[in-house]
């Protein structure tokens, strides 16, 4: 179990995110038309996990915009949004931001990718959603980054993610 914090505030998640040069977890997510997408489908390249509790926060909201803006320039690299909302909100949310350069996907239906890699947060007023976190992995799905950002209020360290690409 990892200590982050909603406004001050300590919460748990259900552990600790995988260590940084293993094998990322498979995973079966949904995507915007409801299909589901697996690590299979992204090996070969690059991907940055942004990962957050809702799609309709600031700060959130604030990240994907971030993400969008950097995946345009990166090299065999996929964005990859992940958090509980409904694949719907995701994809009203990237229409309405014109967002083109990330991947939505939605844990949704059992939270499990957020279970398996210790994400979900386990109290306070968020809890069953996902962290605010950033997981980077190579080509083969090894992990080469990883944050949990402490405060969920704040955003991710874009630099350091993107630093290891």
């Known amino acids: 179990m990892s200590t982050i914090t909603l406004g001050g505030n300590p919460v748990h998640t259900s552990g600790e995110l995988p260590k940084i040069g293993t094998q990322l977890a498979d995973f079966k997510l949904v995507k915007n038309d409801l299909s589901i997408a697996t690590l299979a489908e992204f090996s070969g390249k690059r991907a940055v996990l942004n990962i957050f509790p809702s799609i309709d926060t600031g700060t959130c909201a604030a990240s994907v915009r971030k993400f969008n803006e950097t995946a345009a320039n990166l090299h065999n690299t996929v964005v990859l949004c992940i958090s509980r909302d409904l694949p719907f909100a995701q994809k009203r949310f990237c229409g309405a931001e014109g ?22 947060i386990t109290d306070g007023v ?16 090894t992990i080469l980054h990883t944050e949990q950002v402490q405060e969920i209020a704040n955003e991710p360290n874009y630099e350091a993610a993107l630093a290891v690409l």
């Open 126 to 141: 968020l809890a069953g959603l996902h962290s605010r976190a950033v997981i980077v992995i190579d080509e083969k799905g």
């Open 99 to 120: 967002i083109e350069n990330v991947v939505n996907l939605s844990d949704f239906k059992d939270g499990s990718f957020g279970q398996t890699n210790g994400l979900e």
